[in-house]
Structures are given as structure tokens and as C-alpha cells.
């Protein structure tokens, strides 16, 4: 191995310590209450290591990001097994909802607070989102393409069915649906049955 190939795995090696402490504290402790400093001081180094690799703490947190939607890709993966791209569709409202009720901090940081999207101001698309999005939106288009959904054009179906969902979840992540005066266990049974009954309502 080369010194230049040596060091671009050092360079990759330190980026992956300081990512993974990162999510660790983000998670436990909330993006908020961590600073540059923690961070390198939970991998024993000093913060001018970090300023390195990352000009602030929004942009780490915009890698922590494409770490998340990582998981959530495998998630789908996993998960969407059908042949028929309904019932595919269908696996995939309750991936998103399963990966949601497993990592509710880890979908706070990428669906909910704005922070890392202060590092994607000079691109022209949230590039982080690429894959689960695509996921969604060629997985509508079949649908509407075999006539399995009402939707005529694949983007306002992805948009919606993922608003959908995303709605639901950020009112139960941020606690509001505590306006229905249900129990967590009814909220959730709740919840479910919604979107049984939305994807009944979008299908043909």
C-alpha cells in the first residue's frame, strides 16, 4: 500500500470513529445538548481533529444523516419480498412505521429537525433522501402503471403516501396525538388501522 493510500484509509478510518460517536450521542443524548467538543473528546481527540474532516456540526450531523437513511434502505431490502408490487407497497408502509417505532431518535434527526439540511443549501437536491425516496416513487409508478393505485402521476403518489405516513409519525414522535385521549397501546393500534384504511382508500 502507498502513503497516499494509507492515508485516504486513515482519513476514512477516523471519519467512520468520528460518525459512529456521533450517532451514539445524538441518539442518547439529543443533537441539541452534544457539541463539537463531546464528540472528540468521546473519541480522545481534540475538536480541531474533527474541524478536520467537518466545518461544523450541522454537517456532521448531515452524514449522520446519510448513515440513517442507509438503515432504513436496508430496512426495505429486508422487508419487501412480494411479487406484486401492491402488496410490496403495502410492506413498504409498514417498514417505514416499523423502522419509525425501532429508531425514533435516528427519524428525528432525519426527517424532523432542519439542522442538517443547512449543510445541503448549496446543492440542488437532498441527496441523503435519494434512496428511500426512489424506493417509494418507482415502486407508485408500477403500481400505477398495472393500475393497482387510483394516482396518476407517480410524484403526487409518492408525495402523498409519504406524507401520509410521515404525518402520523411526527404527531406521535412529538407527542400530539395525545389530543386523541387514547392509551400508547390504543394510539398505536390506531395508527395502524389509519393506514390500513388509507391504502384501502388509494387502491382500485
Known amino acids: 500500500m502507498g502513503i497516499a493510500e494509507r492515508k485516504e484509509r486513515e482519513r476514512a478510518d477516523m471519519r467512520r470513529r468520528i460518525v459512529d460517536a456521533a450517532i451514539k450521542m445524538f441518539v442518547e443524548e439529543g443533537y441539541e445538548k452534544v457539541s463539537i467538543r463531546n464528540i ?16 461544523d456540526k450541522d454537517e456532521l450531523l448531515y452524514d449522520v444523516q446519510k ?43 432525519m426527517f424532523i429537525i432542519k439542522a442538517p439540511m443547512n449543510a445541503e443549501h448549496e446543492k ?24 393497482k393505485i387510483r394516482f396518476k402521476d407517480p ?15 411526527s404527531l406521535d414522535l412529538r407527542s400530539r396525538l395525545k389530543v386523541c385521549k387514547l392509551p400508547d397501546k390504543t394510539l398505536n393500534v390506531s395508527i395502524d388501522d389509519s393506514i390500513r384504511e388509507y391504502l384501502d382508500v388509494i387502491k382500485y
Open 67 to 109: 448513515e440513517a437513511f442507509g438503515t432504513l434502505s436496508e430496512h426495505f431490502a429486508r422487508d419487501l419480498t412480494a411479487a406484486d408490487p401492491l402488496e410490496r407497497l403495502e410492506q413498504l408502509a409498514w417498514a417505514y412505521v416499523g423502522f419509525y417505532r425501532q429508531n425514533p431518535e435516528l427519524y428525528d434527526l
Open 124 to 147: 440542488e437536491k437532498w441527496e441523503n433522501g435519494d434512496p428511500a425516496y426512489d424506493a417509494l416513487y418507482n415502486l407508485v409508478a408500477e403500481c400505477i402503471e398495472k393500475k
Open 155 to 169: 410524484t403526487v403518489a409518492a408525495m402523498s403516501i409519504w406524507a401520509f405516513a410521515h404525518g402520523l409519525i
Open 40 to 55: 472528540a473528546d468521546r473519541i480522545e481527540y481534540s475538536p480541531a481533529t474533527i474541524y478536520l474532516y467537518y466545518k
